[in-house]
C-alpha cells in the first residue's frame, strides 16, 4: 500500500524567513514524489518532482524539496517566504509498481504573515 | 490554451438524482482521473483510465462510473446521488513518462 503523511496542518511564517513544508510517505518499490498547490477556488498546480537522481529538486517558484530516502522524506523549502506563497500545499507519491495510482496528503495550509 | 475543462462549476442535487460531471482536455494526454477533495482528507481517487476504452477503480469508486470513448473526454457519472456525494471534484490528466498531472479547475457538489 501507498501512503502519505502531512503532520502539520498549518504552517505560519514571516514574509522573507525560510520555510518547510513537511511530507513523509510510505511505499514499496521505488517512490516517484511530487508537491502540488493549490489557491483558493483553483485546482492544483505542480510544483516540483522526483523521479531520480539528485536528491535536491528544483521546481517552480523558487521552491525546492529534497528526497531523503532513509528518512521516507520529501519536504518542500524555499529560502525567502512571500506573502503570495500562502496556500495548500499537498504531498503525493505514486510508486512504480501501482500503475497510475498517484496517493496525495492530507494537504498543508501555509500562512506567509506580512 | 484550455487545458483541462471541468464543467458545471457548481451543482445542488437531490438525494437520489443522477447526473454527469463533464471532464475535457486538448492536450492529447493518454492518461485521465478523477479525484474528490474532501477537507482534512486531501486528494482520493475515484476512477482512471489509461486510454480510449480503458478505465480502472481507483480507492473510492463506489457510487460512480466512468466511461472514456475518446481521448478528449472523460465524463464521471453519479447514478443515485447520495449525501456523502458533497465534495469538489477534480478532473486531471497526464502524458506518459512525464508524471506531471495537469488539473482542472474543479466541480463544486452538494447533494442535499
Known amino acids: 500500500a501507498q501512503s502519505v503523511a502531512q503532520p502539520e496542518d498549518q504552517v505560519n511564517v514571516a514574509e522573507g524567513n525560510p520555510l518547510t513544508v513537511k511530507c513523509t510517505y510510505s511505499v514499496s518499490g521505488n517512490p516517484y514524489l511530487f508537491w502540488y498547490v493549490q489557491y483558493p477556488n483553483r485546482g492544483l498546480q505542480f510544483l516540483l518532482k522526483?523521479?531520480?537522481?539528485?536528491?535536491l529538486v528544483k521546481g517552480s517558484y523558487g521552491f525546492e524539496a529534497e528526497f531523503n530516502k532513509s528518512q521516507t522524506s520529501f519536504h518542500l523549502k524555499k529560502p525567502s517566504a512571500l506573502v503570495s506563497d500562502s496556500a495548500l500545499y499537498f504531498c503525493?507519491?505514486?510508486?512504480?509498481?501501482?500503475?497510475?495510482?498517484?496517493?496525495f496528503g492530507p494537504g498543508t495550509r501555509l500562512s506567509v504573515l506580512p | 490554451n484550455a487545458g483541462v475543462t471541468q464543467t458545471p462549476k457548481f451543482r445542488i442535487l437531490k438525494i437520489g438524482q443522477s447526473m454527469t460531471l463533464q471532464c475535457a482536455q486538448d492536450m492529447n494526454h493518454n492518461y485521465m482521473y478523477w479525484y474528490r477533495q474532501d477537507p482534512g482528507m486531501g486528494l482520493k481517487l475515484i476512477y482512471y483510465s489509461v486510454g480510449a476504452g480503458i478505465t480502472d477503480k481507483g480507492e473510492v469508486p463506489n457510487g460512480y462510473n466512468v466511461s472514456r470513448s475518446t481521448t478528449e473526454d472523460f465524463p464521471l457519472r453519479l447514478e443515485l446521488a447520495a449525501p456523502s456525494q458533497t465534495s469538489v471534484y477534480f478532473c486531471?490528466?497526464?502524458?506518459?513518462?512525464?508524471?506531471?498531472?495537469?488539473f482542472g479547475s474543479g466541480t463544486q457538489l452538494s447533494v442535499l
Open positions: 522526483y523521479i531520480t537522481g539528485d536528491n
Open positions: 486531471a490528466s497526464s502524458s506518459p513518462g512525464n508524471e506531471k498531472l495537469f
Open positions: 503525493a507519491v505514486r510508486g512504480d509498481n501501482y500503475g497510475q495510482n498517484f496517493v
